[in-house]
């Protein structure tokens, strides 16, 4: 095979990954906006072109961190990439059931009147299993709740959101640097050090954009209860509370009593 021959399939697969990417993009960027519209489906929502743009460059860093890192450490772990999507996969699929089933409710007889009790099991199956082929990826900006009427919590849940990408950013940073130890020739001819700093900094920004929707561009922020403006002063209040409280303490000398009045 030649220089051109490779050049010419090097830019192919380069041109239909750009044109997954995009894809995969819009496909997020719409289940961001059902998302709004389904949890504030009483007020009438309207998204700015900011917004538009916040939220394309926040889901376009994620998804192109995630699976670059996935491609990354498959190419080095191939059965272990597998394993680990397998892994990721079943724990967000059981995830909702066992909260469901830990709730003690009963199953929805709202989302079909024709359906059986086997049918509805059935339409719940597939919802989860597209909530977690989502959220392996990226985060569906919905949390799945089978026991709730609408199956969807219309409630901002700010620590689902936490916990969601601290595990996600642990986990490839992970994956990254198992890579970066185990990687094979193939990429000496690329500053690897460059590479991997490149991918933590992008999945930062994917989070930056994010909090800096929800703060600012969020079409209903002035319905949250708190923000993430709040949870940051929250966090200053204490960390300034436990400064204080240290210097207030009196020094200790044996055999004094001291008294605070």
């Excluded at 299993?129 to 089978?146: E, T």
């Excluded at 690329?190 to 930062?204: H, K, S």
């Excluded at 708190?226 to 929250?234: P, R, S």
């Amino acid at each position: 095979m030649d220089d051109a021959t490779v050049t010419l399939t090097v830019s192919s697969l380069a041109v239909l990954m750009g044109i997954c990417l995009v894809s995969v993009t819009y496909g997020a960027l719409v289940c961001n906006v059902l998302a709004i519209q389904i949890k504030y489906d009483d007020y009438k929502i309207r998204l700015r072109p900011l917004a538009f743009i916040c939220i394309i460059l926040w889901r376009c860093l994620e998804i192109s961190t995630r699976i670059t890192i996935l491609v990354f450490f498959g190419s080095v772990f191939k059965h272990y990439a597998l394993a680990i999507g397998v892994a990721n996969f079943l724990v967000l699929f059981f995830l909702p059931w066992i909260q469901f089933w830990r709730s003690g409710a009963e199953l929805p007889d709202h989302v079909e009147k024709n359906f059986s009790r086997v049918g509805t099991i059935f339409v719940l199956c597939s919802i989860t299993l597209l909530y977690a082929g989502i959220n392996v990826f990226c985060w569906s900006a919905v949390q799945l709740r089978l026991s709730d009427r609408d199956l969807i919590s219309k409630s901002q849940s700010w620590w689902y959101l936490v916990v969601y990408y601290v595990l996600r950013g642990v986990e490839n940073s992970v994956l990254l640097i198992l890579w970066y130890i185990f990687k094979t020739d193939f990429y000496e001819y690329i500053c690897m050090p460059m590479l991997v700093v490149q991918l933590i900094v992008a999945y930062c920004l994917a989070i930056t954009f994010m909090l800096f929707f929800f703060q600012y561009l969020h079409p209903c922020r002035r319905l949250f209860r708190h923000n993430i403006a709040d949870f940051l002063e929250c966090v200053c209040c204490k960390s300034r509370q436990t400064a204080s409280s240290s210097h207030l303490e009196p020094p200790y000398e044996p055999g004094v009593r001291h008294s605070i009045v």
